[in-house]
């Protein structure tokens, strides 16, 4: 890109980093290195947003950690489901990092902290595992994290402070969120569309009901920083557990297990199969008509239904597919996509009404603008 003209993150190349580099501690203002102060190929879109590493907030050395040349193709967020504090301070921040640096390292018995970087509820953008912000702003290749089993090589891996199954996250988290994804997603080359939440990859809560939620608008406000304007609508995507309150359905059939350790959340729900109109749906606000991918997740135990019907309530009818729950579960398995109307409804049902035998489970489903 040699030759193009400055853009806005050229022009304030000279952000802050707090403390890159300082093996005393302390706060160092000094701005990028000399090898990043004046790139000739890099016409980047984003301002530098201030980081703070871990020598800043005091890390303990960590063990051995793998730094690989690949670099992440995707951003995956968590939260800590640990208190949402009113502290907003630096120096809570950065005694927040080393509490979690010591409870992955003694706790869990990792090598440093799992995650490659982590905001606290003020705002403050802090290195999580060491060589993460070396590498980012290189723009190349990464350290292996420990933050999503099967990501931990290919994600970029951000907590964000506090517990959000049913609360909002401050503005200035929000805020320094955005600002952190655009850099991270400028500096390898990511679309803002591969920002993801942990329970994409894991049957987990994170990042909470709410902070998932608002992935789309994050999606949207990190293109919007990226571009400048004039993005195209954001993607959606929802995820509806059975244990998601008021947007799952079913009769007292439908019995509940947690029996299964491939099961999404804390547990699923399961019935016997009968020629019966007994449908265990999933309501999702669908924003605007279009084509959307719709994944279920279940436990896929033998001995379970090898002929559960999924019924989409799609633009044109209902349409049925029919699903070996067998075999093959444990992750999220597509059922097609289809074009659904606008509106907040059942879109995805789970019927008993199959002519094999064995439990029919309805767990989870996940629907995908596309």
């Not at 099967?150 to 969120?177: C, F």
């Not at 093959?328 to 074009?339: I, P």
Request: glycine share 12%.
């Amino acid at each position: 890109m040699t030759g193009n003209p400055l853009s806005r993150r050229d022009l304030v190349r000279g952000a802050v980093f707090l403390g890159v580099g300082a093996a005393t501690g302390g706060l160092s203002l000094a701005g990028p290195p000399p090898a990043l102060a004046a790139p000739d190929d890099a016409a980047l879109a984003v301002p530098v947003p201030t980081i703070a590493s871990c020598a800043t907030w005091g890390a303990r050395a960590p063990g051995s950690l793998s730094v690989i040349s690949s670099s992440p193709d995707k951003i995956v967020i968590h939260h800590t489901a640990g208190a949402n504090s009113t502290n907003y301070t630096q120096a809570h921040a950065f005694a927040m990092a080393r509490s979690i640096q010591n409870f992955h390292m003694d706790g869990n018995g990792w090598s440093d902290s799992g995650q490659h970087f982590t905001i606290s509820r003020g705002g403050y953008v802090m290195e999580g595992r060491h060589n993460s912000l070396s590498r980012l702003r290189a723009g190349s290749g990464m350290v292996v994290g420990a933050h999503c089993p099967g990501q931990n090589d290919k994600g970029i891996g951000i907590e964000n402070e506090g517990t959000y199954t049913s609360a909002t996250p401050p503005a200035a988290l929000w805020d320094s969120l955005v600002q952190f994804c655009a850099y991270i997603c400028d500096q390898y080359g990511i679309a803002a569309s591969r920002i993801y939440g942990h329970r994409d990859y894991v049957a987990t809560a994170c990042p909470g009901n709410v902070l998932y939620g608002m992935l789309p608008q994050l999606r949207a406000d990190v293109a919007d920083a990226l571009t400048g304007g004039g993005t195209p609508p954001p993607t959606f995507s929802a995820i509806v557990d059975n244990t998601t309150s008021g947007r799952f359905t079913a009769s007292a059939n439908w019995l509940t297990s947690s029996y299964s350790t491939e099961r999404y959340g804390a547990d699923y729900r399961y019935a016997n199969p009968a020629a019966i109109s007994d449908v265990a749906y999933y309501q999702v606000a669908i924003p605007a008509e279009g084509s959307y991918r719709i994944d279920a997740w279940y436990p896929g135990i033998a001995g379970y239904n090898t002929a559960t019907p999924y019924i989409v309530v799609a633009k044109g009818g209902n349409q049925t597919v029919v699903v070996d729950q067998s075999t093959g579960g444990g992750a999220w398995r597509t059922l097609g996509t289809f074009t659904l109307t606008a509106g907040d409804k059942n879109v995805v049902g789970v019927s008993r009404w199959s002519g094999a035998s064995g439990y029919v489970i309805a767990d989870a489903i996940r629907v995908t603008r596309v």
